[in-house]
């Protein structure tokens, strides 16, 4: 079983269209990231949240994390082509180590011009 | 900010030769380096665990014998893929962590291609 499971897989939408990915687990976690990965390259992080009910807002993007640290969701306001891409959350369960970051299955999001 | 640097980007090698995959951190000293695997249109799988000056920890299923992994020392971290098939084919992907950065830094992956 997956520990922290990430839905939906894959979404396809138009440019100007709204849009959330969720990611849920039955454990709680220290803090958790969301990446966006481009074909070829590393993950990078967009943002780390780590207080139960914590929102963040990065431009167009919306992350919050659930009150029991157990599930996080991104929402992306109007989509752009450039938004396109692998999109990852990742927790760590381990408060004081920096240990190692359990993953979602990933979303791979296509906005269409 | 905190940077890790992979090399190579991308390696062409023939079946049964073995490949070095190079993952330094540049601007600081990470105490912990993660090697990942990743299939096309997929998400990370963790290989392994690395710390430096000990043995890394292998997630179940992982070969340790078939992909080595030294951490020498805080800014170095090496995968070897040993005898490597097609199969082996895959992105590899390093981080490093450290307290000093609060986080995981990426490095930007190896292609791998075993012909």
């Given at each position: 079983?997956?520990?922290?499971?990430?839905?939906?897989?894959?979404?396809?939408?138009?440019?100007?269209?709204?849009?959330?990915?969720?990611?849920?687990?039955?454990?709680?976690?220290?803090?958790?990231?969301?990446?966006?990965?481009?074909?070829?390259?590393?993950?990078?992080?967009?943002?780390?949240?780590?207080?139960?009910?914590?929102?963040?807002?990065?431009?167009?993007?919306?992350?919050?994390?659930?009150?029991?640290?157990?599930?996080?969701?991104?929402?992306?306001?109007?989509?752009?082509?450039?938004?396109?891409?692998?999109?990852?959350?990742a927790g760590a369960l381990d408060p004081t180590s920096y240990g190692k970051l359990t993953f979602g299955q990933g979303t791979i999001l296509t906005v269409h011009p | 900010g905190a940077v890790v640097?992979?090399?190579?980007?991308?390696?062409?090698?023939?079946?049964?030769?073995?490949?070095?995959?190079?993952?330094?951190?540049?601007?600081?000293?990470?105490?912990?380096?993660?090697?990942?695997?990743?299939?096309?249109?997929?998400?990370?799988?963790?290989?392994?665990?690395?710390?430096?000056?000990?043995?890394?920890?292998?997630?179940?299923?992982?070969?340790?014998?078939?992909?080595?992994?030294?951490?020498?020392?805080?800014?170095?971290?090496?995968?070897?893929?040993?005898?490597?098939?097609?199969?082996?084919?895959?992105?590899?992907?390093?981080?490093?962590?450290?307290?000093?950065?609060?986080?995981?830094?990426?490095?930007?992956?190896?292609?791998?291609?075993?012909?």
């Open positions: 079983t997956q520990l922290l499971e990430q839905s939906p897989q894959f979404l396809s939408i138009q440019e100007g269209e709204n849009l959330t990915v969720y990611c849920n687990s039955s454990s709680v976690f220290s803090s958790l990231q969301w990446y966006r990965q481009e074909p070829g390259e590393g993950p990078v992080l967009l943002v780390t949240v780590v207080t139960g009910g914590e929102v963040k807002k990065l431009k167009r993007l919306t992350f919050q994390f659930g009150d029991a640290r157990k599930d996080s969701s991104l929402h992306i306001t109007a989509a752009q082509p450039g938004d396109t891409g692998l999109y990852l959350c | 640097s992979q090399h190579p980007s991308w390696v062409i090698c023939k079946s049964g030769t073995s490949v070095k995959i190079e993952c330094r951190s540049l601007d600081f000293q990470a105490t912990t380096m993660f090697w990942y695997r990743q299939f096309p249109k997929q998400s990370l799988m963790l290989m392994a665990t690395s710390n430096e000056g000990s043995k890394a920890t292998y997630e179940q299923g992982v070969e340790k014998d078939k992909f080595l992994i030294n951490h020498a020392s805080l800014t170095l971290s090496t995968l070897t893929v040993t005898s490597a098939h097609p199969e082996d084919s895959s992105f590899y992907i390093c981080s490093a962590s450290s307290p000093r950065i609060y986080g995981y830094t990426f490095g930007s992956g190896t292609r791998l291609t075993v012909v």
